[in-house]
Structure formats: structure tokens, C-alpha cells
């Protein structure tokens, strides 16, 4: 690829002030700018952003950490951040941390080598201190690492709130709600905190089975229903499921053992994301996480960040969430 | 963040000292290391990855553009060209082009300036002498460019024909199919080429709808059919549709005006990625493209041409494809 040299040599001039016409910087005659512009175009001269990044310290990179972009919600939620990032002429790094710690480690230390402006963390496998210790703009989604480091979340209280008066509303009276993992203290987990609160409120029976991380195949959502919930199926009248995949699950599961939905089980989801508004039979019952909002404020965070410094707790925020009725309550 | 002069002062030595640690080069006592490594570890030093690219001339980042993130078989292509770049110690800068020219001519430049060392094409509404001229080594998926650039492509025209024989076998002798966008030259058209020589090979009438770029929403696909199928299916018994979320969008469209799948009505989807995987009813008859391999080929084939130099045609690579038998045939 040509450099500021050869444009330098081409247009007979000096490197210096190849650089001023590009800056726009000091006094440049008419007719030196032409030939400098013209030897650009003939030798297809690209300005080196690594150079200037080096000089500036400013990569214009963002990191994402992520679990899986194969899972629908992780995929839509990074094709807003994407398009937002580049409006704002920043570019994505993104990292597949497969919710394994030790790889989510190592992509934090390689963004950092890499200089990246800052990372965007939607990825949570490892203890808060890790990421207290990373010494860059951070904006994290759903899980509140320090008062330094400001989080995106959707209302995951109200989200719990909704699907389980929803329930309660259909007539349900024996609750059971199947959460995200509980171990780190994520902001998913208000949900649970509401569907519980909200049972005691009512006085209706409940019980919460702990669901092992965001499994995103059909195959291992039914199994973990075999081994943990098939028992109790039957017990139960309505159910509150943290994400749409497993709703569906639980949804064919029921259906197989010939248990009708939603006449004697009513099941809600959460996310609807692509798949959930693909789907049309059936079409479930869900809380609406509003991804393109999620993925623009977690974009426009960090940039805020990066251009004007980290700012406190203030600048938190908790996305509205929307109770979509489908067909399984 | 701390700079390798910061790890020099602190260990009382020279830069030139903590760079010969660094990369274990020349004579170095053990005391000096040891200092020079705790130095380095007080201070939390993370080599600058940007500098040594610099120098280097080489990123080790490979951009990628595809159309978009949140289509399923994007995501999930994606996924895997990042497992397989990350096993590599190479990182990946994506880019959503939403399939307008100009913005994946503004992602090219900008993956020039910022000095990736190759980019994976995965979108393609460029005419070809755009991709020519970028001069950095390029893989592109489904669509050949030139000579010098190598393909990986699933065996389109295979599909095509499992397909079409599928239909027949099944009884079929009225056929439709809907490609995709003709007017690129994209490897995927052999899966229409192969519908029409299998038709004629068989004596079967037949007929091909251009469909639109690949559309990611029901909503869109529905409006589609209905203005430009529904009027023929009722004069049909068997679809080939050159992507399965069309084939889903059909099998319901064909459900909400009363005609009868797979009995009136044969479909055949492809792709075979998560979303068809996930959905059960129906299970999806369709065209089961190696979704992961196709990723691992893009990288590897990038990353060799990166480290070894461009090769000729012989590097092309097309994957095997696999009829999926569901209940919709």
C-alpha cells in the first residue's frame, strides 16, 4: 500500500507537507494541494489510522465482549451497537466468550494490548474485581459491576412484575418461574425477585427452579426440562420463563406429554428478540426487551465516556419493558 | 495506562533493556529480568499491540463485512469465523453493510486505513472491480470476484438439485421456485440453474419467482408472497425457496388460506441454521448448508493467504450440502 512517502515523492514535495494538506494545516499554494491531492488519488493513498491512532492515543475501536452471536438476542443486540458505533465513525472489535471465564479473561487483556477506546461487557462470567481492574471506559449491560461503571439494563423488575400479574390475571394459582443462573448478581435476577414478591403479594403458591446459563439449542433446554422440570409439570398452572428460547421449549415439551397450552398451563416468555417475532405458532406470550434502545445506549455510553470522561452512578440507565399477549396464556 | 518507559524507570534500567526482556532477545542477567518483570506487573504493563502493528505492518485483525448481524445464518456464520480467527490470535472488525453499496464501499476504505491485513467479503452489492481494486488479500463467500481472489461457497448447485429431485420424488409436477436477486452473479443462482436443468431433465413444468435480497422478517416475506405468489400457488404442488425463512413464511401463508402442506403443497427451505433447527413445527424440509465449516474455510483461507501469499483458483473451496428431510414434503 502506497505511504505518505511515495505521495511525497510523486508530488515533489516534502512529507511535511503531504501532512499539511491533509491537516489542512499552514499555508499550502494552490497549485503544490493539486499535486499533492493528485499523486493521492493516482498512487489510491489510504491516511494510515494506526499511525494516527498511536499519535493520538485514540484508537476509535471498541471492544464487545459477548457470549454468543449465535443466539438471536446477542446477534440483534450487537447489529444496533454496530450500526450506532458507526454512525458515530467508531468500529467493533466483537469476542465470543462462550461464557467461559478464562476466555472472557483473555479477550479483556487483548482489547487492552490492542488499545481499544473502551469496552462494551455483555459478558459476566468473571468476579466484579476483574473488571473494576481494567482501567478503561467500560459500560456494562445487565449487571452492575462498580459505582464507576455505568450499566444498561431493561427493567427487569417491572418485566418480572407484568409476567407474573399477567399469570395471576389468567387465573393461575400454582406458579413456578425457571430464572437465569443465579450465582452473579445480575439484574436478570430482579426478575425472579419480582415473580416471587409478586406470588407472596397474592397469596399464590410458586417455586423458582434456577436454569443454568443462556443455553441457545432446542435439544439442551429439553433435557435440563427432563431431568429438572417434567416432575412437576402437572403441579403447576402457569409458568414464567427468563427467555423466550426455553418458553418455546417448554412449550413442545408440554405439547408432548399432552399437556394443553394454554388451557391447563399458560406460559410466559422474556426477550423478543428475532426469533420469538418469527414465530408464529405458537406466538408466545412475552416480556419485550427493547434491544435497539439497549444496544444504542450501550453504544452511546461508552462514546459519552471515552470523548468526556466517566461520569457517576447518573448516568445508569433502565430501558421500558412491554408485555406482548401471544397465544400461550 | 502504564508505558514501557514507566517500566523502565521503575526498574532502573533502559527501554532497549525492557524490550530485550520482552521479547527474550540478547543477553539479560536473571536479577535484571526478574526486576524488569515485577516492574511490569506492579504497573499492570500491557504491551501496545498498536505500536508493534506499526512496526510490523501487520494488524492481525481481519475485517469482515456481511449484510446483517441479526439474519440467522449471518450470526451464526459469524460465530464461527470468530472462534476459528480468535484460535489464531487474530480479531475480528465487523461490519453490517444492511446491503447498500455505498456503505460497504465507506466499510472498505475505512478497513484500508485501519490496516486489517485481509477482509472477508460476505456481502456483495458491489460491482466487481470495486472488490478488485482493494489490494489486500480478500476471501469472498458465494460470489467469484476474480481469479486472484479465492471463494469458499457451499455446492449450490447441488442444493438446487437435491432439491428439485426431492420434489419430484415426492410426486411433484408443477413447480415454483423463488431464487434470490439475480442481477449479481452470486454462486447461489447455480441453485436456480440447477432447478431448471432438473425440470427440463424431467419433463416438468415449471417456473422461478426473482426474490428479493435476503429479507429478514416475516412481515417482509409475507408481503412478497402476497403480492407475487399467491396467486400462482393454488397451480403448483411442490416450491423449492432459495432460503428457509421464506420457506417458513410460505408454509404459513399457505396455511392461512387453507391449503394443505405437504399434502396440496410441497415447500423446500435452505440454509438449515439456527432459527430452522430451533423450529419444530414445522420441521423444515430444506438444503442443509455447513454453516460452520463454511466459517472455519473463509478464516483459514484468509489467514493463509495473509501469512503465505496469494495463490491462484486452486484455493477455492465448495462445501458439501445435505437434504434435510422435515414434514413439509
Partial sequence: MASIKDVAKLAGVSVT???RVMNNRGYIGSKTRKNVESAMKELDYQPNQIARALLKNQSHVIGVIIPNLSHPFFAELMSWIEQYASSQNYKLL???SLHEAEKELNYIKMLRQNRVDGIIMCSHTLEIEAYQNVNLPIVSFDRVLSSSIPYIANDNYTGGELATNHLIDQGCNKLLHISGPLHYDLLANRRSDAFQITCMK???????????HVKATFEENWDFIQQNIADKLSQVDGIFCSNDIFAYTLYEYAKSVGI???EQLKIVG????SFTRMLQTPKLTTIKQPIKEIGNALASSLIDQIENG???NGS???LAVELIKGETT
Same sequence: chains 1, 2.
Fill in 17 to 19: 507537507t503531504v501532512s
Fill in 94 to 96: 466483537v469476542c465470543n
Fill in 202 to 212: 397474592n397469596n399464590i403458591a410458586y417455586e423458582t427452579i434456577e436454569g443454568a
Fill in 260 to 262: 394443553k397450552v394454554p
Fill in 270 to 273: 422474556y426477550d423478543y428478540h
Fill in 310 to 312: 466517566v461520569h457517576d
Fill in 316 to 318: 445508569n440507565t433502565i
